[in-house]
């Protein structure tokens, strides 16, 4: 008739340990473990217990008479008896009909006093902790929201195939013949296998939860948005003076935006320079685009046009502000 989470197992091993410290021995019955003490006068039992059964149901009254009598069937009629009913909800029972233990009251009682006050710590910590993750994600809800969105595109390309490709891929001949302007936003959202979409998020999420945290989630959408739309208008006008009609699809474009951004930051505001590692950006950079130049499928086009993208939208939408504000504090 035990049920027991952690806590009350931590509670229950409390108990176990008083009894014997004040001379009680586990004694097996039908009814579970009893705790006895033999005295000269006669036997004391001590029965613990939680109020629900491992199905979840309430322990009844009837359940306690059954274990008041096996107590007497096997440790003598005469003897004393005291069930002890903890509940993870309500204060615990102490039954104690012939009055026999109140030696153990007050041990008994500081030791649930003391998980109780455990219990109320461990709820405080859990709503801390909850409202850390509320804090995380309204502090990234951008950067949230677009891996979500890039995310829901992988997972349709991996069921749906070159479906999805043909429809929402940037395709130059796409975009200026038919006028499907759509591609430009979509295509960013769209990925050619795990290893393209792995690789551009772990970036992503490094580069943005830095970024937005610098500039706020608003101007970060609109940022990282505009610099994947004009990545893609690169990349289409580059195609179409080549005259290659290819399908283009990735991140890399406005991920390339936030690392322009960054590195206008860097050029311009001196008190977020600590926030970052100026060599590591720069150094993204060149390596970013000597492999986009040295692989053949990479469309560096989208990467240029995305990097400048956002050098200049940062420099628009952030540091032009924060240095007016430098200048006029006389930083």
Same mark, same amino acid.
């Not at 005259?243 to 890399?252: E, K, M, N, R, T």
């Given at each position: 008739?035990?049920?027991?989470?952690?806590?009350?197992?931590?509670?229950?091993?409390?108990?176990?340990?008083?009894?014997?410290?004040?001379?009680?021995?586990?004694?097996?019955?039908?009814?579970?473990?009893?705790?006895?003490?033999?005295?000269?006068?006669?036997?004391?039992?001590?029965?613990?217990?939680?109020?629900?059964?491992?199905? #979840?149901? /309430?322990?009844?009254?009837?359940?306690?008479?059954?274990?008041?009598?096996?107590?007497?069937?096997?440790?003598?009629?005469?003897? =004393?008896?005291?069930?002890?009913?903890?509940?993870?909800?309500?204060?615990?029972?102490?039954?104690?009909?012939?009055?026999?233990?109140?030696?153990?009251?007050?041990?008994?009682?500081?030791?649930?006093?003391?998980?109780?006050?455990?219990?109320?710590?461990?709820?405080?910590?859990?709503?801390?902790?909850?409202?850390?993750?509320?804090?995380?994600?309204?502090?990234?809800? /951008?950067?949230?929201?677009?891996?979500?969105?890039?995310?829901?595109?992988?997972?349709?390309?991996?069921?749906?195939?070159?479906?999805?490709?043909?429809?929402?891929?940037?395709?130059?001949?796409?975009?200026?013949?038919?006028?499907?302007?759509?591609?430009?936003?979509?295509?960013?959202?769209?990925?050619?296998?795990?290893?393209?979409?792995?690789?551009?998020?772990?970036?992503?999420?490094?580069?943005?939860?830095?970024?937005?945290?610098?500039? #706020?989630?608003?101007?970060?959408?609109?940022?990282?948005?505009?610099?994947?739309?004009?990545?893609?208008?690169?990349?289409?006008?580059?195609?179409?003076?080549?005259?290659?009609?290819?399908?283009? =699809?990735? /991140?890399?474009?406005?991920?390339?935006?936030?690392?322009?951004?960054?590195?206008?930051?860097?050029?311009?505001?001196?008190?977020?320079?600590?926030?970052?590692?100026?060599?590591?950006?720069?150094?993204?950079? =060149?390596?970013?685009?000597?492999?986009?130049?040295?692989?053949?499928?990479?469309?560096?086009? /989208?990467?240029?046009?995305?990097?400048?993208?956002?050098?200049?939208?940062?420099?628009?939408?952030?540091?032009?502000?924060?240095?007016?504000?430098?200048?006029?504090?006389?930083?």
């Amino acid at each position: 008739m035990i049920h027991k989470t952690d806590m009350e197992e931590i509670m229950y091993q409390k108990i176990i340990e008083l009894l014997r410290i004040h001379g009680y021995l586990s004694q097996d019955t039908e009814k579970g473990p009893c705790y006895v003490k033999s005295t000269k006068k006669r036997n004391k039992c001590v029965y613990v217990m939680f109020d629900k059964n491992p199905d #979840g149901s /309430a322990i009844l009254e009837e359940d306690l008479y059954q274990m008041e009598d096996c107590a007497k069937q096997n440790f003598g009629t005469d003897c =004393a008896i005291l069930l002890l009913v903890l509940s993870e909800e309500d204060d615990p029972m102490f039954i104690d009909p012939d009055d026999q233990f109140k030696d153990l009251f007050r041990p008994l009682t500081m030791i649930l006093s003391q998980n109780q006050a455990e219990q109320r710590e461990d709820v405080t910590n859990d709503f801390e902790n909850i409202n850390e993750i509320k804090r995380f994600v309204w502090n990234y809800k /951008a950067t949230l929201v677009i891996f979500l969105l890039n995310l829901a595109g992988f997972v349709l390309t991996e069921i749906y195939g070159n479906k999805i490709y043909n429809l929402y891929a940037c395709n130059a001949y796409c975009v200026r013949n038919l006028h499907e302007y759509y591609r430009l936003l979509t295509s960013n959202y769209l990925h050619f296998g795990w290893e393209h979409f792995f690789n551009n998020m772990v970036v992503f999420l490094i580069l943005g939860t830095s970024l937005e945290k610098v500039t #706020g989630s608003i101007r970060y959408a609109v940022l990282y948005t505009g610099s994947g739309i004009i990545g893609s208008i690169v990349s289409t006008i580059y195609y179409s003076v080549m005259g290659q009609d290819v399908l283009s =699809a990735g /991140a890399s474009g406005a991920i390339f935006g936030l690392i322009g951004a960054l590195a206008a930051i860097l050029l311009f505001c001196k008190d977020q320079r600590k926030r970052f590692d100026g060599f590591g950006i720069f150094l993204m950079i =060149a390596g970013s685009l000597y492999h986009g130049f040295e692989s053949g499928t990479t469309d560096n086009a /989208a990467h240029i046009g995305g990097c400048i993208a956002g050098f200049i939208l940062s420099m628009l939408l952030y540091v032009s502000s924060s240095l007016i504000s430098a200048h006029r504090q006389g930083r």
